[in-house]
């Protein structure tokens, strides 16, 4: 035999780790089975799971999407669950309501620039110049949905030039809080008054327009995405004017904001909604013709923002003093620490807050059906008022609980998204 002790010349290969410590089985076990209890609690809610599967699956599992009626459903023997056939005929009412069918290309386009129009403002990695489209947005998809003359959208985007150069004019002489109070009331003189006028002569000069679609038309997912995503869009920035005016040391400020938040914070949004749809008329001059889905987007606001600004006070709230005196102490005034320093840190801390107010909005504009608007849950009525659909109750509720599951689903991931990309480490 050799003395020669043995020595290793070259590393061995690495070796795969056993099946258990890896993938799905080593999730399962730390996760569903790491202990008795875990493992009896894990069975019992697969069961239960595979239980509830075998009873759901074979009843949406239909061959049905071909049926005209559900009277063919029902004498067809292949067919013994779900009639799907509902929505393949009645998809087009579902998404657009009675909107014109030759005009339904308008939504499609207005949605899908819905989406260029938020990308940047959700991804900072976007180019900044996309928030150029984003301000312009809103007064094209109005155009674009309702149609007529183009003067009355581009007179309506003219009030915010007229508030910019209101303020920044006046702020020197008056002070800068009057001189935005000022600002904020010429843009509302002018939009209530001066655009419609001035519209009005440019459309007798040139007119220029697309065809005009009653709001009486909308329903349907179409709307109910209207009015979500502009109550979505109006109510975080008058939520934060709110939030501030609360706390702040003006007396007339604080009291009135106070006063609005708890008013409309103890008002069920239902009652809003008729006094939008029955009493605002009587407010307003004799002969005003104001739209009923303007009226119903006006209070969904209101009522979204006296949420969003207890949301965000409790995101100024949970900040500590010291945020504030360094911002006093960098020399700051108050509406450059608020902008730099205090509002993003409270709006962070806000984010579940936040998106969880936008998914109870979105899903409370079902109840415009209750004041005649055809939502997709109001169109259910009509749909079951037909011969070939009468009687025919879960499939429709089953695809509509389906559309808003994928919007709320959606924002609830991007809020998930977006407290990862903020989280700080200390």
Known sequence: MSSEPYVRTEMLSEQPAPLGQTGILRWMRENLFSTIPNAIISTLAFLFVVLILSKLLPWVLQPSWNSESISMCNDDPNITGACWGVIRTRFNQLMFGFYPSELQWRPIVTFIM????????????????????SAIYPFLAVWLLWGGSIWGPIMAFAGFPIGFFANKYLKDVTGELAAMI????????????????????????IPLGITAVKSSDFGGLMLSITIGVSGIALSLPIGVVLALGRQSDMFIIKILSVGFIEFIRGVPLITLLFVASVLLNFFLPPGTNFDLILRVIIMVTIFASAYMAEVIRGGLAGLPTGQYEAADALGLDYWQSMRLIIMPQALKISIPGIVGTFIGLFKDTTLVSLIGLLDPVGLIVTIQGTIEWNGIVWELY??????FWVFTFSMSRYSMYLENKLKTTH
């Open 114 to 133: 819905m989406l260029v129009a938020i990308a940047p403002v959700l991804f900072d990695k976007l180019p900044r110049k996309m928030l150029a489209f």
């Open 182 to 205: 000022i600002a904020v009331l010429a843009t509302i003189i002018w939009w209530l008054y001066g655009a419609s006028l001035v519209s009005g002569a440019l459309a007798s000069v």
């Open 398 to 403: 089953m695809f509509i609980a389906l559309m």
